[in-house]
Structures are given as C-alpha cells and as structure tokens.
C-alpha cells in the first residue's frame, strides 16, 4: 500500500521525485520537486515548492517531450550541473571543475522526430510520444519547437489525412534547415504518383525545399518532392545534408559546444592536425578547421559523404574517411600524429574506442556526452591512465527534459621534467 504522504528527496536520472516510503521502498513520482510533501497517489503535492512555477505548455504532463517545465530555471540549471558533477565523480574525477550550465531558450528547437497514427475516423494524432505509453500526444503547440517547424503541424494533419499511403502509423522528422525545413515522412505504405503531385504541392504551399520519405523500419530513403536545395553552414560552410541527418538541437546548443570545444584545444602550431570522431555532416570539423587541420571519421554513410563533398569544396583542411569506429576504433598509433583528438559519440558512448584514447600519446580529448552513464563509464578509462578535467560544461539543449549535453576537456598531465 502507497504512503499517505513522503518528502521529495531529490530528482532521478528521468526527472521524476524520488522519495523513500515508510517500509524503505524508494518511489519515483513525475511531476513533483525536492523538498516537496506529496501524497504518492496521483501524486498529489501537499506543500509546493517555492521553485516550483506554472508550466506554459497545456500539454505539459502527458506529452513525454518534457518532463520539467514546473521547474524555476536557476535550479533546474543547477540540477543538471549537479549531474555532471556527479558522473564525472563516479568516473574518478572528484573534483572537476564544472562550469554553470549553459541553458538553451524555448522556441529553438530545430529537429523533431514527430509521432503520426489515424485513427479509426481518419483524423491524423501527430505528437510526441505520451509519458510512459505508447500512445501520442495529439500537440495544438509546442514550447520548445521552433515557431516554423509548430506552424507546420496543422497543415501535416491536412495533408496526411488525404495520403492513402498513410494508413496507420508513421512518423515525421522535420529538419529545420538554412534553406528551410526539410521533412521526412516515415509511413506504412509507399506513396503513389497521385500521393506524389500532392506532396509537392503541399511542398510549394508550405515552402519546403524536400520532402523524402522511407519505410517505417527504415530501408532506402528516396525523394518524393525536391523544389530546391536543403542546406546548412557550419562555420560558414555550406553542407547537403541526407534527409533526416543528424543535427545539433538547437542553434544555440551547437554554438555553445562549438564554443567548448574550441575553447579546450590546445596551443597549435601551423601544422598541427585534429583527429576529430563521430564527425556526423561536419558540425564541429568546419569550426575546428579554423584553427588546424582536420581528419574528421564518420560511420554513417551518407553523412559522410555530405561532409565529404563540402569539405572538398571548402578547399580540403577537412579530411572525411568513413569508418566504424565500434568495430575498427584508431589504434594509439594512428592517434600520434594528432595535437588533440574530439569525439562526440552516440548516446551508447565510445567503449571500443576508449582503450586506445587513455593509452594514446593525446595530450587532450574534448569529450562531447549526450549520456551521462556513458560518461561516467567512457571516462573510468582516462581516470585510470592518469587523465585529469581541466574543464567540464554541461549544455542544455534539451530544455525542460532531464537529458543532459556536456563538452568535458581532459588533459593528460605532463609527466615531471618535461
Ligand atoms: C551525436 S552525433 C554527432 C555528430 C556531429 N559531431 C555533430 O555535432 O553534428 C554522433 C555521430 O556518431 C556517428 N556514429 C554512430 N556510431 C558510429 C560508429 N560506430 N562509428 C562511427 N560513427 C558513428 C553517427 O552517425 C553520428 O553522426
């Protein structure tokens, strides 16, 4: 049986209040603060944090995208550098000197992977995921999209409603480009040449550059409408990225990992070469390319093509090579030729690659985590071969969810007499 009522001790990993119940259970309740008394059962909050304030969202609860809007900004900041804090001691670096959290402003959000079902009348449920269910939240608005990409929602609904090859499922990754957003639809079934004429039409009306579409479990992704060029620059840099490419959340999250990373390299000298990992459509090669040269590895085929191409057209101080680095990570000899190495792995970290960095004759990894557990494990490794933080800045491109970004710099001290 559930308390009557317990006091918020602290947030979890997820966001949600953990509290310990009388018999020493630990309960995890959504939707509540530290400090707070709550009845278990609903929860109920009996006596309201002074942090907490009035989420601006109408969809705020059911919608899985956020799960802390009922939070004051300065404390929520502090809890995610808190975070960090607290992974990068469990790797060993007890005492690395964070930075304050860089916090992302609503309405930035550029990429959004939106839910689509139809339901038995044939209206269209296009949202995020609901918190905790398979269902979607059918979204009127959204606080963290960018206005552009919440201004397409209705006319999405409008358009796959008449789409026969939308029968009950899909999803929709909306891109927010340079050029414009970029949209992939992921349906049940494939569009016909009629489906065609209207997407491009609806492509004309609501002034997106392409549209693409694939199958719901992947496969091939093929256009179905192209009226101009998708592109994005990064550091002036103009890219063509695949549709559906990865891309940083926000402008202004990119910036700031843009600014850390280049912030924690070292003094180079005019031949001096970056190994750059996980180097996705260039994101960070393009900017680090200012400083020296850059050979940039990516597994993803297409995205490393794109980088490719625009690194040739930028005049070659990029390299692009593909390859996995989870089945073939650079071994320490092929890192010696490198004044400083950045990766910017995916959520599951770099284990593989781990090994050789710590060995490495790197005198700095900027590490850039969007996993905090894959952090602490990624950087046990370094902790062990005598690798300290020298600077560690959580970023907060995800605002109002309880994942975290950070940019840590780890510096190999120099051994004495040198
Ligand atoms: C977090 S994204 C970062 C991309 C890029 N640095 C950026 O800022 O846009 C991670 C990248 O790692 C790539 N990746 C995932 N697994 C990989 C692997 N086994 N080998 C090489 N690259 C991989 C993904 O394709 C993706 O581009």
Redesign the pocket.
């Known amino acids: 049986m559930l308390p009557v009522q317990v006091t918020i001790e602290a947030l979890g990993a997820a966001g949600d209040g953990v509290a310990t119940a009388p018999d020493g259970a630990r309960l995890f309740l959504p939707g509540v603060l530290p400090g707070e008394v709550v009845r278990p059962e609903g929860p109920v909050v009996l006596s309201p944090s002074p942090e907490r304030v009035a989420p601006p969202c109408p969809h705020f609860g059911p919608c899985g995208g956020c799960v802390l809007q009922h939070w004051g900004i300065p404390p929520y900041a502090a809890w995610k550098r808190d975070r960090l804090a607290e992974a990068l001691a469990r790797a060993g670096f007890e005492d690395a000197p964070v930075a304050e959290t860089r916090v992302t402003p609503p309405a930035t959000r550029r990429r959004a992977d939106l839910a689509l079902r139809r339901r038995p009348d044939g209206s269209v449920v296009l949202g995020f995921h609901s918190r905790g269910s398979g269902a979607v939240e059918d979204l009127s608005t959204c606080h963290v999209l960018d206005p552009a990409l919440v201004a397409l929602f209705e006319p999405l609904r409008a358009l796959l409603r008449g789409l026969q090859s939308f029968r009950r499922e899909g999803s929709a990754v909306l891109n927010l480009l340079d050029t414009g957003p970029d949209l992939l639809l992921r349906l049940d079934g494939a569009p016909g040449v009629q489906e065609r004429a209207a997407l491009a039409a609806f492509a004309a009306a609501q002034g997106i550059p392409r549209i693409a579409g694939a199958g719901l479990k992947g496969g091939a992704t093929e256009t179905l409408a192209q009226l101009g060029s998708a592109g994005i620059a990064f550091a002036g840099v103009s890219v063509a990225p695949p549709p559906g490419a990865?891309?940083?959340a926000t402008p202004q999250g990119e910036a700031a990992i843009v600014a850390a990373v280049l912030e924690g390299l070292p003094k180079l000298t005019g031949k001096a070469r970056i190994a750059e990992l996980?180097?996705?459509?260039g994101?960070?090669s393009f900017p680090l390319a200012e400083r020296a040269r850059v050979a940039a590895?990516?597994?993803?085929p297409e995205?490393v093509a794109a980088l490719d191409a625009a690194a040739r057209k930028a005049g070659g101080r990029v390299t692009a090579t593909r390859?996995?680095?989870?089945r073939q990570p650079l071994s320490a000899k092929e890192l010696e030729s490198f004044a400083a190495l950045v990766l910017?792995?995916?959520f599951a970290g770099a284990a593989e690659q781990m090994p050789a960095l710590a060995r490495s004759a790197l005198q700095r990894i900027i590490y850039v985590s969007?996993n905090p557990t894959a952090l602490t494990r990624d950087g046990k490794l370094l902790h062990a071969a005598g690798w300290r933080v020298a600077k560690a800045t959580p970023i907060d491109q995800f605002l109002w969810s309880a994942q975290l970004e950070a940019v840590v710099v780890f510096e190999r001290p120099r051994a004495r007499g040198k």
């Open positions: 990865f891309l940083q996980h180097a996705g459509l994101t960070l590895f990516e597994g993803a995205a390859r996995d680095l989870a910017d792995p995916p969007c």
